[in-house]
């Protein structure tokens, strides 16, 4: 792979200084306002992280090292006789900023197929579980026992210097990568089909052996290498990509920070929105007994939500304020190959119905879908049917723009991360309610 290291090193002595600066002499430039309304928020909108990797426009959405989505899918090389891109190439995107050749796609989709084999000790720790246990469970415990394989804590131990910790952390990262598929369809085979397990392919790339190791014909290798894309990365301050920062910010190597990462995506206001839509949309069809909806009949469904004090799943996003790219990327393809399914003809009227209807209440700030208005339909159609199944495969992408993040973290050798908390009485001082008491 020296290659890409070379390449990505050339990238990280460009940046180093530009960071070096900022650091020496615009260190006391405003950047934004800590209000109590944002500490008692959750720290909603407070820019106070630094990431490269990808950024979130209200306006134009998710941007991959400044490419939009649609640019990314347009100009990543795709395998033969696939719509979508290697996911390899994606990954040399984010880490480099650069579109790869062909050549460099592939290469890296060699460097994964080497890396792909996992210890003994990983299938013995998920065979562990129970079989009732949640599979994100599982997903974790199983990336966090290859802790004994990092290349980075062994260097650490023996002694390396800060500037060079990037080298063990891109290793690892390559790592762990290529064995997420492995790991992942060992757990749906464990769980969900008896233990049937599906050898892997090492002629194919990271999607399409995902698509063979899950049983799947195509075009499930398309929309492996899609979920995974589009899930990869999300700016820096959501859950799970934070998760990773802040643990790998204590120089815990990968496997450590992507465990923790992946803890905090199984939490149900992170990455269980797809299965929400999805138990509503079928809720919705029984509702009307499986036939193909009329608008009057989904009108009225959408407004009896509202009027219980329900939200519609799948609709509105925190940030955004039209509607996601990463939804509409999924829309294009569902047109193309779901367009005769049941549940696609419902997410289909509802994409016409549900942002008018929310408009007219005026309470959503977005009455736009976002992606998981999207993504659980099509994994339905293609006979993944185990809503908890639906993280992992988050899990997949998301580890992506983690571990992108992550080795520039090591690269520009950014501090431990340790903000200062305060009490509410300090608060209420600060506001003078104490005062007026």
């Given at each position: 792979?020296?290659?890409?290291?070379?390449?990505?090193?050339?990238?990280?002595?460009?940046?180093?200084?530009?960071?070096?600066?900022?650091?020496?002499?615009?260190?006391?430039?405003?950047?934004?306002?800590?209000t109590?309304?944002?500490?008692l928020?959750?720290?909603r909108?407070l820019?106070s992280?630094?990431?490269?990797?990808?950024?979130?426009?209200?306006?134009?959405?998710i941007r991959?090292?400044?490419?939009?989505?649609q640019?990314?899918f347009?100009k990543?090389?795709?395998?033969?006789?696939?719509?979508m891109?290697y996911?390899?190439?994606?990954?040399h995107?984010?880490?480099?900023g650069?579109?790869?050749?062909?050549?460099?796609?592939?290469?890296?989709?060699?460097?994964?197929?080497?890396?792909r084999?996992?210890p003994?000790?990983v299938?013995?720790?998920?065979?562990a579980?129970p079989c009732c246990?949640h599979?994100?469970?599982?997903?974790?415990?199983?990336?966090?026992?290859?802790?004994?394989?990092?290349f980075?804590?062994k260097?650490?131990?023996?002694?390396?210097n800060?500037?060079?910790?990037w080298?063990?952390m891109f290793?690892?990262?390559?790592n762990?990568l290529?064995?997420?598929?492995?790991?992942a369809t060992?757990?749906?085979?464990?769980?969900?089909r008896?233990g049937?397990?599906i050898?892997?392919n090492?002629?194919?790339?990271?999607?399409?052996?995902?698509?063979?190791?899950?049983?799947?014909?195509?075009?499930?290798?398309?929309?492996?290498?899609?979920?995974?894309?589009?899930?990869?990365?999300?700016?820096?301050g959501?859950?799970?990509?934070?998760t990773?920062h802040?643990?790998?910010?204590?120089?815990?190597?990968?496997?450590?920070?992507?465990?923790?990462?992946?803890?905090?995506l199984?939490g149900?206001?992170?990455?269980l929105?797809?299965q929400?839509?999805?138990?509503?949309?079928?809720e919705?069809?029984?509702?009307?007994?499986?036939?193909?909806?009329?608008?009057?009949?989904?009108?009225?469904?959408?407004?009896?939500?509202?009027?219980?004090?329900?939200?519609?799943?799948?609709y509105?996003h925190a940030v955004?304020?039209?509607?996601?790219?990463r939804?509409?990327?999924?829309?294009?393809f569902s047109?193309k190959?779901?367009?005769?399914?049941?549940?696609?003809?419902?997410?289909d009227m509802?994409y016409?119905?549900?942002?008018p209807?929310?408009?007219?209440?005026g309470k959503?700030?977005?009455?736009?879908?976002?992606?998981?208005?999207?993504?659980?339909?099509?994994q339905?159609?293609?006979?993944?049917?185990?809503y908890?199944?639906?993280?992992?495969?988050?899990?997949?992408g998301?580890?992506?723009?983690i571990?992108?993040?992550?080795?520039w973290?090591?690269?520009?050798m950014y501090?431990?991360?340790?903000?200062?908390?305060?009490?509410?009485?300090?608060?209420?001082?600060i506001?003078?309610?104490?005062k007026?008491?």
């Amino acid at each position: 792979m020296a290659g890409l290291k070379e390449k990505l090193y050339d990238k990280i002595l460009e940046w180093r200084p530009r960071t070096k600066k900022l650091l020496q002499d615009h260190s006391d430039v405003v950047v934004d306002q800590v209000t109590i309304g944002k500490l008692l928020g959750g720290m909603r909108g407070l820019k106070s992280l630094v990431t490269d990797i990808s950024y979130l426009d209200p306006d134009e959405g998710i941007r991959f090292r400044g490419y939009t989505l649609q640019e990314v899918f347009e100009k990543l090389p795709k395998p033969q006789k696939s719509e979508m891109p290697y996911v390899e190439g994606l990954m040399h995107l984010l880490l480099t900023g650069d579109i790869p050749t062909r050549k460099e796609a592939e290469d890296l989709v060699d460097e994964f197929s080497k890396r792909r084999i996992l210890p003994r000790y990983v299938y013995e720790v998920i065979d562990a579980y129970p079989c009732c246990s949640h599979p994100m469970a599982i997903f974790s415990s199983a990336i966090l026992s290859m802790h004994r394989e990092s290349f980075f804590k062994k260097k650490y131990e023996a002694g390396i210097n800060k500037k060079d910790l990037w080298d063990p952390m891109f290793e690892d990262s390559l790592n762990l990568l290529a064995k997420l598929p492995e790991i992942a369809t060992y757990i749906y085979a464990k769980l969900y089909r008896d233990g049937n397990r599906i050898q892997s392919n090492p002629n194919m790339d990271m999607g399409g052996n995902f698509a063979f190791m899950m049983g799947k014909e195509k075009p499930y290798d398309d929309v492996a290498r899609m979920h995974f894309i589009l899930h990869s990365d999300h700016e820096s301050g959501n859950v799970s990509a934070h998760t990773g920062h802040l643990v790998a910010s204590s120089l815990s190597d990968i496997y450590l920070s992507v465990s923790a990462m992946i803890c905090g995506l199984a939490g149900p206001l992170h990455g269980l929105a797809n299965q929400g839509v999805l138990m509503w949309l079928h809720e919705l069809m029984d509702r009307l007994g499986g036939e193909d909806p009329t608008e009057e009949e989904l009108t009225q469904y959408v407004w009896d939500t509202l009027n219980s004090g329900l939200v519609i799943p799948g609709y509105g996003h925190a940030v955004l304020r039209k509607t996601d790219p990463r939804y509409l990327l999924q829309r294009e393809f569902s047109l193309k190959h779901l367009k005769d399914d049941k549940i696609f003809k419902y997410v289909d009227m509802l994409y016409k119905i549900v942002p008018p209807i929310l408009q007219e209440q005026g309470k959503a700030k977005n009455p736009w879908p976002n992606v998981d208005a999207q993504s659980g339909v099509i994994q339905w159609h293609y006979g993944v049917r185990e809503y908890d199944f639906y993280t992992v495969l988050f899990g997949i992408g998301r580890s992506i723009g983690i571990c992108a993040n992550v080795i520039w973290d090591r690269a520009l050798m950014y501090p431990l991360e340790r903000p200062k908390s305060l009490t509410t009485d300090m608060l209420e001082e600060i506001t003078g309610i104490k005062k007026n008491d």
